[in-house]
């Protein structure tokens, strides 16, 4: 029996994988495509939470060195009339771009496009003892009081569990007889991918992570893949059957000769799964909900998802938690999608065609008289697009069942040493009691995650010093899950506390 099946291996059902694998569980990735997609390259923004859990399977300074685009390359989102044309304004530290070193993340974010990810998680899964891809489709699945059979590409396989990682057309989505809902934008999209041998050098604004194209004629942005010639751009509101290569040059602002690589129309689509489990089948990422790109959330808040369902697994399976922690994941997970899809759809409202002038195309004159304006109205829709940190780090756990009153949120995160220590590599992989060690609530939950039998690593934080304590307004300690968000603050009964967290009560 496979302790973990996991249908779909984009890059949520990869995490899934290193996830449990990080717990030493085991599990298999049925995915049908035996190369990652290079000319899809979809996702583009890493967010900085997203490269904090990365960094926490050994994978951040990976992605970060394989990346084309240093991060220290731009943080910047140039508004223009076309890629060569009159800037009208710019907005910096985008996407927590700029936060290396900051005490406010372990990890700043970063420009990667979505198949260097895969790729990168391909490479750590087929590397990792514990978790393997299998090529094939899942056709179906049923569960019962012991395990789930999942037909693959034909063929019975028996699991424990099953995590549905199989995209927007999820077969697990409907094997538990779950349902999207939400709309989609009636707006198209189309995204090319090409290749202008010397485009860059001609670029008026120097390096920016997107150039938006606020032209009344094309609206769109375009951004590079690659410090070479390789380029991105999205047409706002055109179809499929559009020319390419017009469109690009559209984008652009000049007829240049530009080889296309790829095309890929989209529209944008607000969907929420009505419930994300089964009793032993859950869904994870795109398969439980779709957001649109506008923020670069999509796959990030999959992520999320997979380190999630991956921990409470891994805990239920290695024997120290009991099945009722899986309960704990749809109440935690659905709410952030719901806020983000509500956040992402915000950010649509206003894209270049809503905020471009007429003007804007008109002679020096008649663009100096709009560009002002423009730009106000820029900086006032676009600012919560570029800078969401309080979504990416700052959702929290409050009111689940597996969070003690007054926490849930991720620790607070800071450096303990220059040269790059941070707190959360202290934190082991169980859970771990940080603050004040001295303190008498320490010692009692020492003894009880010993007596319960739940792995718990200590790290003694005295505080208070110049620096945020993990826990401010708590007795000085912190219990900190294996996904470093806080399920306790030291009131009360440690073992009722860890009882509690860890779906015992
Ligand atoms: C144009 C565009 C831009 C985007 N930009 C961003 C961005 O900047 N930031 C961001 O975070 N997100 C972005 N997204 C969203 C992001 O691409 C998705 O959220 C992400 O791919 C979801 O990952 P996933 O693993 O859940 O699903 P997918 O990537 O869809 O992976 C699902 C996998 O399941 C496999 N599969 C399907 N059916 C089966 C089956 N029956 N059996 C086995 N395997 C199966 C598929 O082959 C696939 O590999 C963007 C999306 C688009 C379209």
């Known amino acids: ?83 060569l044309g009159r800037e009208i304004t ?39 003892p ?23 590409s034909g063929r019975e396989m028996r699991a424990e569990y099953v995590v549905g990682c199989d995209g927007s057309r999820s077969v697990t989505r409907s094997a538990i007889g779950a349902r999207y809902e939400g709309r989609d934008d009636a707006r198209p999209n189309f995204n090319v991918v090409f290749r202008a041998p010397g485009l860059a050098e001609r670029v008026p604004h120097g390096p920016a992570v ?24 999205i047409g706002q509101g055109v179809a499929g059957d559009a020319d390419p290569l017009l469109l690009v040059r559209a984008l652009v602002g000049d007829d240049i000769d530009a ?13 929420l799964a009505d419930r994300y489990a089964g009793d032993r089948v859950f869904l994870a990422g795109d398969s439980a909900h779709q957001n649109p790109p506008w923020g670069g959330h999509g796959f990030n808040t999959g992520i999320g998802d ?11 399976l290695n024997g120290w938690a009991p099945p009722a922690l899986l309960r704990g994941y749809e109440p935690e997970r659905r709410p952030v999608a719901e806020r983000t899809i509500a956040e992402a759809a915000q950010n ?41 940190l309080d979504l990416v780090l700052g959702y929290t756990y409050a009111g689940s069942p597996h969070i003690c009153d007054g926490a849930g949120e991720r620790l607070p995160h800071r450096w303990l040493a220059p040269g790059g220590e941070s707190l959360y590599d202290r934190l082991g992989r169980g859970f771990t009691l ?30 208070p010093g110049p620096d945020p304590r993990p826990a401010p307004e708590s007795n000085g300690l912190a219990l900190v899950r294996p996904d470093q968000h806080i399920a306790w603050k030291g009131e009360g009964d440690p073992r009722a506390a860890l009882r509690r967290a860890t779906g015992h009560a």
């Open 90 to 128: 710019r907005i910096g530290g985008c996407f927590g771009l700029d936060l290396a070193g900051d005490d406010l993340v372990a990890e700043p974010g970063q420009q990667v496009a979505q198949p260097l990810v895969e790729q990168v998680l391909r490479e750590a899964v087929a590397a990792s």
């Open 1 to 83: 029996m496979i302790p973990v099946l996991i249908a779909g291996g984009g890059p949520v059902g990869l995490a899934t994988a290193l996830e449990l694998a990080h717990h030493g569980v085991r599990s298999i990735v049925v995915e049908p495509r035996t190369e990652v997609s290079w000319l899809r390259p979809r996702a583009k923004t890493t967010s900085a939470r997203t490269m904090e859990l990365f960094r926490r399977w050994g994978l951040a300074a990976v992605i970060r060195e394989r990346a084309p685009l240093p991060v220290a390359w731009s943080d910047e989102a140039v508004f223009a009339t076309s890629l």
């Open 434 to 463: 940080v603050g004040d060690l001295s303190l008498p609530a320490a010692a009692d939950t020492i003894k009880a995650a010993a007596d319960e039998g739940i792995p718990l690593d200590t790290w003694h934080d005295p505080g």
């Open 130 to 152: 514990h978790a393997s891809l299998y090529a094939g489709r899942v056709e179906g699945m049923r569960e019962d009081g012991d395990g789930v059979s999942v037909t693959v």
């Open 348 to 388: 649509m409202a206003t894209l270049a065609p809503e905020v471009t002038d007429p003007r804007l195309a008109g002679d020096d004159d008649a663009f100096d008289e709009a560009r002002p304006s423009v730009a106000a109205a820029v900086e006032r829709a676009k600012d919560s697009e570029f800078h969401s």
């Open 210 to 233: 997107h150039y938006w194209v606020l032209s009344p004629s094309q609206p769109g942005l375009v951004g590079r893949l690659d410090l070479a010639d390789t380029w991105w751009c």
């Open 259 to 271: 080889e296309v690589l790829a095309t890929d129309p989209w529209k944008a689509r607000m969907l």
């Open 306 to 316: 997979a380190v999630n369902i991956g921990w409470r697994l891994a805990a239920v």
